[in-house]
């Protein structure tokens, strides 16, 4: 006794609840090497269990009841806590790969990685959902492993304390019912024991049959209980699939049982001779005496074992990318019948030698203490639920989430989120909102203005402040109140950069500032406009002459001249920046204002730095144009080569006579001569128009059917027109 209880904290205490059988093992772990202390069996009187799921509580509890009450009695001490695991009878698993990218390369962290496997588990139960659209059963997912980490896209064992930008995992998530994991709960509970971890058992089987060092190799390990046959593959250092058929050793014993015509524990008792003896005598259901052979047992069982072999086989195939794997490892009663290793090695199409029942080859680091125990393969998967205690410390746990209460598969890095995802609490709820966003468009292009962030949830756990990724543990009260939206998305139309502060023209030769419009939805609003969701907002860099007048409050005579830029206007005439208006009682000589255009030209620097030599003159957009003010301007702006040509065109001039060119004018040729260059104005020379008394409106002047500009140069063959507008 003084013994035990230097391991009494060490100790687990763990229950394979079988279809058949119920074993209950008691041991510790030291030094790599687990001891049992105590182990006993239990076989159910009735079949309170079928396939793996309890359809009795009461009786499997009876049964709990029993074997806990033996191994206390022969270990002198009192069994609170157990560890279980749940057939993979209705197992479902789902691969996905998750990606989490951050805005700079940064160091991983812990939390990094809890985060990355955390979004891996959502993305999977997100796509279980979608492919068990048809079932009305309410699954949990019960436990995740992480079958590759990815740093940049490379392949890596441990993310922690790398630096990278992207992170990456191939994860496998594995869910449950709910009723499967109830039952189990409610069974213990009747055996006055509380669950402290619950694993699954092909996993549980995995941490005795295949060790760490084998999981490079592809292995798939076959538990063949009553009920189901469990299957686990590995490959390149961790578990990479699970999955499981609902046909093992039961389906074996009813087969007994309908050509032997006896009950089911009469067949059970026929099948387990069959593995140790060459004939078994029974009483069938008549009374009568009989006796079988071994070798007519394998016969009667033989389409039944195909059956079952083929079925594994396809499951391994399926799961390990439709190939076969390098070898199998069975343990379970059911993989015990003699030929089945024999068959599924022919199913799978791997040598007989590669397909073998593992016992005591893998119990190396177990140890019995109570003496003739057979190192078994029926004791993989009740060891193997011990030691998953020490490995994974897993188990369901209740929490009150908002006043109700919840069931988590506790991972041991439970937080607030978690419980929050289970309780179906909306995501955004958890984080600040933003308030309503504002679409709209500027000159046809669509922007988007995001709005402020709102409070995040206001988080209690047991009356104490949290976050989402506060721990939490057994029986823990969290209250969250949803977060907020912040103020939604707002702003002037001044506020969007192309909005200037003011237009500056020139009126009657004085600077008058105007205030920008814009036209929003058709209508012209001011700088200080709220602008509204999905607002068509057109920039106005211009005044009409009618604007400009209404703007000064002004009241003009019916017979006054307007002029924009020295040229005829009228009151839709358009006016931009640094655009001059004059309204008179006279009317402007064009002829001279022509003259001073040639003059302008003809002293214009070679270098375009001076357009004058004595008085400068402005340039001007004689239409009104924007397009053309700046096609002026970059007349006047000429690059290096531009000005070395024209150096060039000074210096021929003066070493001879100019050229000649026709041009078509008013749709009549004319010739221009004495000139290296030529430019608009010079038509004025050759044409026979009165610009000193207007004739009409205004006057026109086009070049190849557009508007010409005064200051640029014509070249032969150029269709050119003016005349007044009537």
């Not at 009317?587 to 400068?616: H, W």
């Not at 301007?633 to 060119?661: H, L, P």
């Not at 030529?678 to 038509?683: A, C, E, P």
């Amino acid at each position: 006794m003084a013994e035990l209880n230097k391991y009494l904290k060490k100790l687990v205490f763990g229950l394979d609840i079988g279809t058949r059988s119920i074993v209950g093992t008691v041991g510790y772990l030291e030094n790599d090497i687990f001891t049992v202390l105590a182990q006993r069996v239990k076989e159910h009187e009735t079949r309170a269990m079928l396939d793996g799921q309890i359809h009795d509580i009461k009786k499997v509890g009876a049964a709990i009841a029993q074997v806990k009450k033996e191994l206390e009695e022969t270990l002198s001490l009192e069994l609170t806590d157990v560890c279980i695991a749940a057939a993979g009878r209705v197992l479902r698993t789902i691969t996905t790969n998750v990606e989490q990218e951050f805005l700079t390369e940064k160091s991983v962290t812990e939390e990094d990685v809890y985060a990355l496997a955390s979004l891996g588990v959502e993305k999977a139960y997100e796509e279980f959902l979608k492919t068990n659209e048809d079932t009305d059963l309410k699954f949990y997912c019960v436990g995740y492993s992480v079958i590759h980490y990815y740093m940049n896209h490379y392949q890596i064992g441990n993310l922690e304390g790398h630096k990278a930008k992207l992170i990456g995992a191939d994860m496998i998530a594995t869910f449950l019912p709910d009723d499967v994991v109830d039952g189990l709960y409610k069974a213990v509970e009747y055996a006055g024991l509380q669950v402290v971890n619950l694993t699954l058992e092909p996993i549980a089987a995995i941490q005795v049959a295949i060790p760490e060092m084998y999981r490079m190799l592809n292995i798939a390990l076959v538990d063949v209980g009553a009920g189901t046959s469990d299957i686990s593959i590995t490959k390149d250092g961790s578990i990479a699939a699970y999955g499981m058929i609902p046909t093992a050793g039961d389906s074996l014993t009813e087969t007994i049982a309908r050509h032997c015509l006896v009950d089911f524990q009469t067949a059970e008792l026929i099948k387990r001779s069959a593995c140790e003896m060459e004939s078994i005598s029974y009483k069938d259901i008549m009374g009568i005496e009989q006796i079988i052979t071994s070798e007519e047992i394998l016969t009667v069982l033989e389409s039944e074992i195909s059956n079952m072999t083929r079925q594994v086989s396809d499951k391994i195939k399926e799961l390990n990318g439709g190939k076969p794997v390098s070898a199998v490892f069975v343990v379970g009663g059911g993989g015990k019948i003699p030929t089945y290793t024999d068959r599924l090695a022919q199913e799978l199409g791997i040598q007989v030698q590669r397909v073998a029942i593992r016992g005591e080859e893998v119990m190396q680091k177990i140890e019995f203490c109570e003496e003739e125990v057979k190192k078994d393969s029926l004791l993989v998967t009740p060891i193997g639920i011990c030691l998953s205690y020490y490995v994974q410390s897993n188990n369901f746990i209740f929490v009150t989430f908002n006043e109700e209460r919840i069931k988590l598969y506790d991972n041991s890095k439970l937080a607030v989120v978690d419980a929050a995802m289970q309780a179906d609490f909306p995501n955004d709820g958890l984080f600040p909102k933003r308030g309503k966003e504002l679409t709209y468009t500027v000159n046809g292009t669509v922007r988007l203005l995001r709005g402020e962030l709102g409070e995040a949830a206001q988080i209690l756990v047991n009356g104490k402040e949290a976050d989402i990724h506060t721990k939490i543990a057994a029986n823990d009260m969290i209250q969250v109140k949803e977060s907020t939206a912040g103020r939604q998305a707002s702003m002037e139309l001044q506020q969007i950069p192309e909005f200037a502060a003011k237009l500056s023209i020139f009126v009657n030769e004085k600077q008058v500032d105007l205030p920008v419009f814009a036209s929003v939805n058709g209508n012209l609003q001011s700088g200080f406009y709220d602008i509204q969701d999905h607002d068509d907002i057109v920039m106005l860099n211009y005044y009409t002459v009618e604007q400009i007048i209404e703007f000064m409050d002004v009241i003009l005579e019916p017979e006054m001249n307007i002029y924009v830029n020295n040229k005829v206007a009228d009151r839709q005439t358009r006016v931009y920046e640094n655009f001059s208006v004059l309204w008179t009682m006279e009317e402007l000589n064009l002829s001279e204002v022509i003259e001073e255009i040639k003059e302008a030209a003809e002293n214009r620097d070679l270098y375009g730095d001076t357009l004058y030599e004595e008085e400068p003159f402005e340039e001007t957009d004689w239409y009104g144009e924007s397009e053309i003010f700046k096609e002026d301007k970059t007349d006047s702006d000429q690059d290096i080569g531009a000005v070395q040509e024209e150096t060039q065109s000074v210096s021929d001039s003066a070493a001879g006579a100019g050229i000649e060119i026709t041009v078509l004018v008013n749709k009549s040729p004319i010739t221009l001569k004495g000139k290296q260059t030529y430019i608009f104005v010079d038509i004025f020379d050759y044409i026979d128009i009165d610009l000193s008394k207007p004739q009409g409106s205004t006057i026109v002047t086009e070049i190849n059917g557009r508007t010409a500009q005064y200051m640029e140069e014509i070249y032969a063959g150029d269709v050119i027109e003016v005349y007044w507008r009537k």
